[in-house]
């Protein structure tokens, strides 16, 4: 249980800032 928060709780900080990484490159 705690692994599963721990696993989207990861993947939504990375997915925050992997995204605007992504945005900046890309414009």
Known sequence: ???L???KFVN???FGI???I???LSV
């Open 12 to 14: 939504l900080v990375g």
């Open 22 to 24: 992504i945005l900046t």
């Open 1 to 3: 249980m705690f692994v």
């Open 18 to 20: 992997i995204l605007p």
């Open 5 to 7: 928060l721990l696993t």
